[in-house]
């Protein structure tokens, strides 16, 4: 356009407008992601009982995946707590709500409309939950895991991709033709921060099967006061 080679215009102006957003998204996660590797990413560590996650991820994902033409789902994987006990797990809300944001938007970029989008999860309590009702009465507070799973019914990642998806900049490469959106930074993030939790980060896929991203956080099984 300066050269005078090609006429200023919207379609042009617009490509440019892309690409320049793309970009800055690029800066701005490549910050994030240094300040989370060199352990200089401030976090807020807050208590949250796991059935307000769930409500809260309910809320923040249900509407746009049923705009969107997808069949969402968020399930209360809690039916195994005894009785008079809560799990509490210790997080920065907001990053926990990044990395899910991230696990979700991958969904909604790689399933068709009309596909299956689900919020799901697991308790491990190490055999906590099999103890008497009576020695748990003599016992507060419990240490156990909680797992967050996002799984869909997408066209899957194969064999020899999963062990590098957490990788800076995979996406990015392997799909480097492609329309879809984003950095490739992402997953590298959510990564950092799930290990700045104290978790552990995964991913479980079979090609043209969908695939399920999950992380993993320490949490405690809390004794309900009267």
Known sequence: MLDGVIEPGEPHLQMIYSKVLLVNDLVDDLFELSKLEASKAAFQFSEYPLEQLLDLMKSRFELEATDRGYRFSVEDFQENIPRNRYVSISMDLKR???????????????TPPGGIIKI???????????????????VGSLP???????????????????????DRFYRAIKAKNSTTPGTGLGLAIAKEIVQQHDGHIGVQSVKNQGCTFYFTLPAMLIQEQA
């Open 120 to 138: 799901h999860g697991e308790i491990h309590s190490d055999g906590l939950f099999e103890l008497g009702e009576e020695q748990l009465l003599l």
């Open 144 to 166: 156990c895991k909680v797992t967050f799973k996002v799984s869909d019914s997408g066209q899957g990642i194969d064999e020899e991709s999963l062990p590098y998806v957490f």
């Open 96 to 110: 926990i709500e990044q990395v899910m944001d991230n696990f979700v938007n991958n969904a909604f970029r790689y």
